[in-house]
């Protein structure tokens, strides 16, 4: 055995007599790369739910805007249909 691994092996050891378990350095690895993809995930879906609520708040803007154009064409839609009945009346009268 080389004097590397001795001394890998005597640091595990400590390890395992201090914990009182094997630890899985594979697995802790592979944990701390899934924590980067969960923290990379996390702040997408973070920024996708700022730049919606962005987004809401323009397609808001714009509902209340064409509401109000709307609005003025319907008032004046019956203001010309309030005058032509008055013109009817006017004329069958």
């Known amino acids: ?24 350095v594979k697995k802790s690895s592979e944990g701390r790369c ?8 996390k702040r997408k879906i973070e920024q996708a739910l700022i730049s919606g609520s962005t987004e809401l708040l ?10 109000r154009r709307l609005l003025g064409e319907v008032e004046s839609a ?6 032509a009945r008055a013109d009817q009346r006017a004329a069958a009268g």
């Open 1 to 24: 055995m080389s004097l590397r691994r001795l001394r890998i092996a005597e640091e595990l050891a400590h390890l395992i007599l201090e914990r009182g378990a094997i630890p899985d």
């Open 78 to 83: 019956l203001a010309v249909l309030a005058q």
């Open 58 to 67: 323009q397609i808001k803007r714009e509902t209340e805007q064409q509401g």
């Open 34 to 41: 899934r924590n980067r993809d969960i923290t990379t995930q």
